[in-house]
C-alpha cells in the first residue's frame, strides 16, 4: 500500500493539482488527508470537489476549515487569518460548507502502522513546533509513525532506543525516512498550498507501508497563477504575497 499524505491545501488548486500530477506518476493507491483544505487560499470550493473525487481512505478537519464553515468564532485568528476566513464562508456552497462541518476530529488511526492528525495527536489544534512538544506528541501517538500538519513546515522527529531526534526540511526535491522497527516518528510533509519554510515550492508525502518508507516531496507550481486568483477575489495582498516567498 502506498498512501498519498496530503496536508495544508488552503485552497490553493494550483498547488494541490501539482502535487497530484507528480503523485501520479510516482504511484499511490489511497489519499491520506490532514486538515486544512480550505482558508486564505481562492479556490475553496474546487479543492474540496478535488479532494472528495480522490475519495480519501482517511481525513481529519483543520482548525481553518471548523472556522471556515461556522463551527467555531475565528476569535483566535490574527486579522488576516480572520478575513480570509470569512471570504471562504460566504463563497461555500451550503453543501461544502456541511461537509467541512462534518469532517471528523483526529487523530484517527488509519493503519497498524500509521495515524493521522491535524496539530498533534495529543490536541487537534496544537502546534508542534519544538522538541519538547514533539516528544510528548510521539507519546501520545498509537501508532508507529504518526503524521501532522498545521505548522506549514516540514520535519520529522525520531524516537530511537530513547534516542531522539529531530530533521528538519528537505532542501531537495525528494527525500526518504526509511522506518526502522521499534522506532517511533512524527513526520509533518510541510503544506500544499501555504509553505512557510522559506521553499515556495509545495510539499507532500507518500507512505509506502510495505517498504517501510516515508517520501517527501517539493514541487514546482504556478505560484503566479495562484496568487493572481488571490488578489482578484479581494482576499488580503499579503496572501499572495507569501506564496511567492513561502513565508
Ligand atoms: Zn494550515
Known sequence: MRYLVLTDIHANLEALEACLSDAAARGYQRALVLGDLVGYGADPNDVIARVRALDPLAIVRGNHDKVACGLEPAEGFNAVARSAARWTFDVLT????????ALPQGPHAVDTLVEICHGSPFDEDAYIFDELDALRALKAAVRPLC???HTHYPATFELSDGAFDSIGPAVTAESFITLED????LVNPGSVGQPR???PRAAYAIVDVEDQRVELFRVFYDVEKAQTKVVKAGL???LAQRLGVGR
Open 94 to 101: 451550503p453543501e461544502y460548507r456541511a461537509w467541512l462541518a
Open 147 to 149: 503524521l501532522f500538519g
Open 182 to 185: 521499534g522506532s517511533r516518528y
Open 197 to 199: 519554510d522559506g521553499d
Open 236 to 238: 488580503p495582498d499579503v
